[in-house]
């Protein structure tokens, strides 16, 4: 248990649709990063919130948004679903020494 | 962030060590290799990263080559809960940019 908690656990949507995944970080933890993760591949970096603002950022289109709150909780928005956007999605608060605490993922199919 | 190589897929037998070898060959001096390890359907766990010197936590070694260009994650006596897929990350994370890049990984399979 890493104490990073996501939720829903798995989503259906259809394409076009838009979608909000949320996570509560770590306590203490004030940087949070989102990844996804299609099938047979490693997780890709989305991006990252630091301190509220947007601090760093992948190869995502900017259908791809998120918010981090004031408590450190985050949310991923993604608007105008693909069928590619199928994927598991992942939350990650970040410790002062680097490590990353990886919550359980949500599971989203886009039909 | 410099790329990792490491074999697609290992077998290992239940109680022996096992030793996942990764190569980081442009890994520049301030780049920390990172390990994590994803059990099926889970998020990623932290096991141990480490900068120049050999690393052990009570989970993992890390042995670290003199020239930084490869390394191994040693699990000093494999469990059938170690099967997962092993990543090997050189990251400048430990410096502050928390942006990880995964590769395909390892797939560790433990043998009873």
């Known amino acids: 248990e890493t104490g990073v908690t996501q939720s829903p656990t798995h989503l259906i949507k259809t394409r076009g649709q838009q979608v909000t995944l949320r996570c509560s970080s770590q306590s203490g933890h004030n940087t949070v990063s989102w990844y996804q993760q299609a099938l047979g591949q490693g997780p890709q970096f989305i991006f990252q919130y630091y301190r509220e603002e947007e601090n760093g950022r992948g190869n995502f289109p900017p259908r791809f948004s998120g918010l981090q709150f004031p408590n450190s909780s985050s949310e991923l928005n993604v608007n105008a679903l693909e069928l590619d956007d199928s994927a598991l999605y992942l939350c990650?608060?970040?410790?002062?020494?680097?490590?990353?605490?990886f919550g359980p993922g949500t599971r989203l199919t886009v039909l | 962030d410099a790329k990792t190589t490491q074999p697609t897929s290992m077998d290992c037998a239940e109680g022996r060590a096992a030793n996942l070898p990764c190569n980081h060959s442009?890994?520049?001096?301030?780049?920390?290799v990172y390990w994590y390890r994803q059990i099926h359907s889970q998020g990623p766990q932290y096991i141990i990263h480490g900068l120049k010197n050999n690393e052990t936590n009570e989970m993992a070694s890390l042995i670290i080559t003199e020239d930084r260009k490869s390394s191994t994650l040693i699990l000093p006596h494999a469990t059938l809960r170690d099967t997962a897929v092993y990543y090997c990350i050189a990251d400048h994370s430990g410096a502050g940019s928390y942006q990880l890049t995964f590769g395909k990984g390892t797939k560790l399979s433990v043998i009873p």
């Open positions: 990650a608060s970040s410790s002062q020494t680097g490590e990353q605490f």
């Open positions: 442009t890994i520049s001096g301030n780049e920390y």
